[in-house]
């Protein structure tokens, strides 16, 4: 392919020119000419290159009641990736309308933007964005307002939606929210915090916004993954209280948790700046430092949150187990088994991969794409790839391994990981088809 057709209207980095070279279909194109021009294009967070790689996913998910030539598919693919960018990017608008010979489908390509306006709805179907929107419309609201507008907000795209998306996989899409959003929303109401409370944990959540900017976190670590993360949480705390243990969970506790939650990885070293001679786990615990100083909290809570961040890591568990102090910490459990559930999402790990190998700054922390994968199998194809090794070597073994700590959730977890596969599938077919 020639590697001058998305990039003509910029000067490419040694690291990005040499990542071209690795281009070598449609959909590796289309993701580096995006990423590319979104880090030049101020635009509204809730049209990001991670939420268009979530979008991707319910297009791949859709495809399965799909029955187009490989054409058509491209031009939606296309369509889903560069949403709204036409109408602010000359290079995309000219793309668009002129069928660049490079992306392999015909004139019409232009028209399937009004097509995908139905995949765009469906994404929107996600509290975490409505969440992320109040939190930006509502600068000065407490904790409690912030969260009832948004599920007022979300249940108001809900109706609207219903009425121009009627088809199954939608419906019950918008179904398995709603019931999210529902257990969540439920428990907080009936958790009661104190207003103290309520005001720290918006300072907390401003904490987490201002310093997610300031790392640049991708939605995988940073303000999306917190807010998600905070979902299963409180879905969690439902289902302990509803479920057949009745497990009250007392404010303190509670508190505790969404506090840690929303906070754990901000002090992620894959995301500092390391000084001379430190090592990963002292970068850590330097960045751990600094949050505890500016955490609105009191210090026992921070003494409480400290540890569980600390000690939190997928990796460290499996490798030093939980400390003792820590043992059934019903916060702790909480904030692990939330976070771990929140890596059964394929789109996650993609975004992961994809900000490791398209960002020459951050290309060589943590980026786990080995340039013979990318040689192989391409960008995509890659990444894709590493997806699945994780699914495979990870997340499967959770709940065999007894990793999920709260037994409530050991029946969502199995959904999730049913899921994952599921989208896993959905994402090799679209592979297949558009590169055929």
Not at 249 to 258: G, N, Q, V, Y
Request: net charge negative; aromatic share 10%; proline share 4%.
């Amino acid at each position: 392919m020639n590697s001058t057709a998305f990039t003509e209207p910029y000067t490419l980095t040694p690291y990005e020119a040499t990542l071209a070279e690795r281009c070598v279909s449609f959909l590796d194109w289309a993701i580096f000419t995006l990423y590319k021009i979104l880090k030049t294009t101020p635009i509204d967070t809730r049209y990001s290159f991670d939420f268009r790689v979530k979008m991707l996913g319910h297009v791949a998910a859709a495809m399965r009641e799909l029955e187009l030539q490989t054409q058509e598919y491209r031009g939606i693919v296309f369509a889903t990736l560069f949403y709204r960018l036409p109408m602010i990017h000359p290079i995309v608008a000219t793309l668009f309308r002129t069928a660049h010979p490079m992306m392999g489908f015909g004139p019409g390509a232009y028209e399937h933007y009004i097509d995908i306006s139905k995949i765009y709805e469906i994404a929107s179907l996600d509290f975490v964005r409505s969440l992320i929107f109040n939190s930006q419309r509502l600068p000065d609201k407490d904790f409690a307002h912030w969260f009832h507008d948004s599920v007022c907000y979300f249940e108001n795209q809900h109706r609207l939606t219903a009425s121009s998306c009627p088809a199954d996989i939608v419906r019950q899409k918008k179904q398995k929210i709603l019931e999210m959003t529902k257990y969540a929303f439920n428990h907080f109401v009936n958790i009661k915090l104190s207003p103290e409370s309520e005001t720290a944990l918006w300072a907390t959540v401003k904490l987490v916004i201002r310093e997610v900017g300031s790392k640049h976190i991708d939605a995988s670590h940073g303000f999306y993954h917190s807010l998600e993360a905070m979902l299963y949480v409180l879905k969690i705390a439902w289902l302990m209280r509803n479920l057949h243990n009745a497990r009250i969970i007392d404010e303190e506790t509670m508190f505790t948790a969404l506090v840690a939650i929303l906070v754990h990885d901000l002090v992620d070293h894959k995301y500092a700046t390391p000084q001379p001679g430190e090592s990963a786990a002292d970068v850590e615990a330097r960045e751990t430092d600094l949050l505890m100083e500016q955490l609105p909290v009191s210090e026992p809570v921070k003494q409480r949150v400290r540890a569980i961040i600390t000690h939190m890591s997928f990796s460290k568990i499996r490798r030093e187990g939980v400390p003792t102090a820590l043992q059934g910490d019903v916060a702790f459990d909480l904030v692990v088994t939330a976070d771990l559930l929140c890596g059964y999402s394929v789109e996650r790990c993609m975004i992961y991969n994809f900000h490791k190998v398209l960002d020459d700054a951050q290309s060589s922390a943590g980026n786990y794409i080995r340039d013979d994968a990318l040689a192989e199998h391409g960008l995509f194809g890659a990444v894709l790839e590493h997806a699945k090794h994780l699914v495979d070597t990870r997340v499967a073994g959770h709940l065999p391994r007894g990793e999920i700590r709260v037994a409530e959730a050991r029946s969502l977890a199995a959904t999730l990981e049913r899921a994952a596969n599921q989208k896993l599938v959905d994402f090799r077919n679209l592979v297949i088809v558009i590169n055929h």
